[in-house]
């Protein structure tokens, strides 16, 4: 085997069946990085990138397969570096694409009246002209309804985008408030949050504290929320998923299993198409 050669995650991540995926992407005159090789009957496209590193690294994640190599490595040793590890890179490959086709996503007819799940219940989209444009009332509950300022006629692209942006506000307020209770159980400090609307992917995290969580959880009931936040945040301590990890995770949420089945048994219920 090729001593260069090292698979190498930049991060963790916890893993959604995809929705919206974008299409596969080809190599064109578009992306001159990206380069294709055939393993048997199997045509494989890779993005290839150098830099200062001593290794060849492999990365599969949404985007497909990402190669990065020393920039004095040549060509010809980065595909036989690939050849060595194509099975490993097609079982990858397969389970990215297994879960693609496991998100359930329903077509949504925004207008007036319109229902969506929220921290694990249902509200009611409402619109009306009276309604003040200001951050109190636009996240006002009355009998589960979200009142929008906007006029009862108002385009569907109109009602999605202010629906979208309230949940992404929501979404970040929320995740601010979180985080600190577990970054102080785990003693751990995060370098920066960022919302994600990953097609694969609930969250991340990454060894120099980066974190980013899917602004889609909102969705879904505190519980699960929580054990997203707790999950990514206990990889600061164990970039894993080792035995440890888990320990690490349940230190901060006991019970943590059941969470990871809700998470799972609500990301197969239909979510509202953004």
Known sequence: MNPLASPEPTQFALDFGA???????????????????SFGGNVVEYTLKRGKRRTIGFTIDDRGLSVSAPRWVLLRDIEQALHERQRWILDKLAEWQARRARMVVHTTKWEHGTTLPYLGRTITVALGTGTPVTRLQLGMFA?????????????????KDAVQGWLQTEALRIYAERIPVFEQQLGVKISQLKLSSASTRWGSATSDGKIRLHWRLVHFGPDVIDYVIAHELAHLREMNHSPRFWQVVESVLPGFEQARRALRDAAQQPLPQF
């Open 143 to 159: 009998q589960e309804t979200l009142l929008l300022a906007l006029p009862e006629d108002a385009s569907e692209q109109r009602i």
């Open 19 to 37: 929705q919206d995926a974008p299409p596969p992407k080809t190599a064109d005159a578009r992306d001159p990085n990206a380069r294709l090789i």
